[in-house]
């Protein structure tokens, strides 16, 4: 069970959230001009990482806004929450 | 390879059973072959055997990082089945099942195939409509398929709850009557066995670290024990599928998600059959043991941990009350996680990737055990022919750019 520091509501264990899947995918600024294949790319494909990765969550029984996790996929470690539209903070270990 | 029988059964009693030959032999990865397979599970496994089989290929190594069947093979509920709603869906995994039906005598190893009946309840009005649907779909693909009413359900399964004043009442339910389970680990060993007799070298411990790719087409894969050239490359890593193609350089739609488990202590024989249902989600069987065999929904994050969240196997104990009230005693002995790769639509990728010689089979979600045979036999026509068998030729990669989706989201007869 995880416990997820909701950045409005504090921690709040993992059941009361529901998970959005990976955070960052911009919809295309112009849906008809977008080839098939980056459309594809855009609807299916996903890093899926092994290490840290940047979700997105709901708290669905809380506050039900949504906010982006840094977690990582092999020990569930958090390492920051942050609200939709805020600076990414770095993932743990890179710059970036 | 020493032929099982009961001769040799009884020749071996003669110096109490100590004299059995190992299964496979313990090969040391070598600089090149025609193929190398990644994933030593039962897919993997399979392709192998069936590569030396059905196509004469037996310069073949299977790679794995871990031990032979450590992953979703020695972790999934053995459930097996065909009646899945989509005509693509419905011959790829009755395919498979013709195969389980035969799969003992052609590995000459007991795989414990038990066609016990698995039947799907519904428990709402929508749940029935589409449970008769699925049935008469499978009929027409030549499948068996019964309904059943409730009196008919508790005729076959006495132990269920059919009481009309339940929470999720049972309206009735499909029947497979061919479906059932089988013993997960023979079925890794028995392929690996016949495979080794073939020729085809089984590396364990040996992790891929990377995939070599010139001019668009693959050479051979890095790994923990050297580097290995190889003509063509087939990717089998199950969960770790996107971290494999990561290595050759492209994206899959496929998410990796911890599966929870759990069996109970062992209890004399009550329940023959296997029960699934898709609206409380609970898939249950009694194992030789005694033990129930019992599988979760997938956790919703993302996962590389085979570990999960305990709220999921407390959803799922609360599921197998509302149906077995005669349960609410039972301890639960072990829980565990496998993960698994789950696409958007619910149904596998088996064929080619964007570079040339490097083959790929994933995706199969929560529900890969069952096709097992028939996932190598097709894999190892593509592999060994370049292009996909009619019945995998469905499921390539392709898909999700031409939109020709094979939608198994809740008409698979499960919720995945």
């Known amino acids: 069970m995880l416990l997820i520091p909701c950045p409005w509501c504090g921690p709040r264990e993992e059941s009361e959230f529901a998970n959005g899947g990976e955070a960052h995918i911009a919809r295309p600024l112009d849906p008809a001009a977008v080839p098939e294949a980056d459309w594809a790319d855009y609807v299916f494909l996903r890093d899926n990482p092994k290490g840290w990765m940047r979700e997105r969550w709901m708290h669905a029984q809380g506050c039900r806004r949504w906010f982006n996790l840094v977690r990582h996929t092999v020990t569930h470690e958090i390492a920051a929450a942050y609200p939709p539209g805020a600076e990414r903070p770095p993932l743990p270990g890179t710059t970036a | ?416």
Request: proline share 4%; with cysteine; charged share 20%.
């Open chain 2, 1 to 416: 390879m020493q032929r099982f029988s009961f001769f040799q059964l009884a020749l071996n009693a003669l110096d109490r059973h100590r004299a059995w030959p190992a299964y496979w032999r313990d090969a040391q990865p070598r600089d090149a072959y025609d193929v190398v397979v990644v994933g030593a599970g039962g897919h993997g496994l399979a392709t192998a055997y069936y590569l030396a089989k059905n196509h004469g290929i037996t310069n073949v190594a299977v790679l794995e990082k871990g031990w032979l069947g450590g992953g979703n093979t020695g972790r999934n509920t053995t459930i097996i089945r065909s009646n899945y709603l989509w005509d693509e869906s419905a011959r790829l995994y009755e395919h498979s099942l013709k195969l389980w039906e035969g799969l003992s005598a052609d590995l000459n190893l007991n795989v414990m195939l038990s066609q016990r009946g698995v039947l799907n309840l519904a428990h709402t009005l929508h749940d029935v409509r589409e449970g008769v649907r699925r049935v008469q779909a499978n009929r027409l693909n030549g499948i068996d398929g019964e309904w059943l009413s409730p009196e008919e359900v508790r005729e076959f399964c006495p132990i269920i709850d059919i009481d009309a004043r339940r929470r999720h009442p049972v309206l009735g339910a499909t029947l497979q009557r061919r479906g059932g389970v089988a013993r997960h680990d023979a079925v890794a060993w028995g392929y690996a066995r016949a495979a080794d007799a073939r020729g085809v070298d089984i590396i364990q411990n040996c992790e891929v670290t990377g995939i070599d790719v010139a001019g668009g087409r693959v050479t051979g894969v890095q790994t923990t024990r050297g580097a290995i050239k190889a003509g063509k490359v087939a990717l089998v890593g199950a969960g770790h599928s996107s971290v494999l193609a990561g290595m050759a350089g492209f994206r899959l739609p496929v998410q990796s998600h911890p599966l929870q488990a759990l069996v109970s202590e062992p209890i004399k024989p009550v329940l023959d059959c296997v029960v699934m249902s898709n609206a409380v989600h609970v898939y249950v069987s009694q194992s030789d043991k005694g033990e129930l065999v019992m599988g979760a929904g997938i956790d919703a994050f993302n996962s590389y941990a085979q570990r999960g969240s305990f709220h999921v196997v407390e959803h799922q104990m609360g599921a197998l009350l509302e149906l077995f009230p005669i349960f609410s005693r039972l301890r639960m002995m072990r829980t565990w996680a496998g993960i698994v790769d789950v696409c958007p639509d619910a149904s596998p990728i088996i064929g080619r990737t964007p570079v040339d010689g490097l083959f790929l089979n994933c995706g199969w979600g929560t529900g890969g055990f069952k096709a097992t045979p028939g996932s190598g036999w097709v894999f190892a026509h593509t592999v060994a022919t370049g292009e996909p068998h009619p019945l995998n030729a469905p499921f390539s990669l392709d898909r999700f750019t031409t939109g020709a989706l094979i939608d198994e989201h809740g008409a698979a007869a499960v919720a995945h």
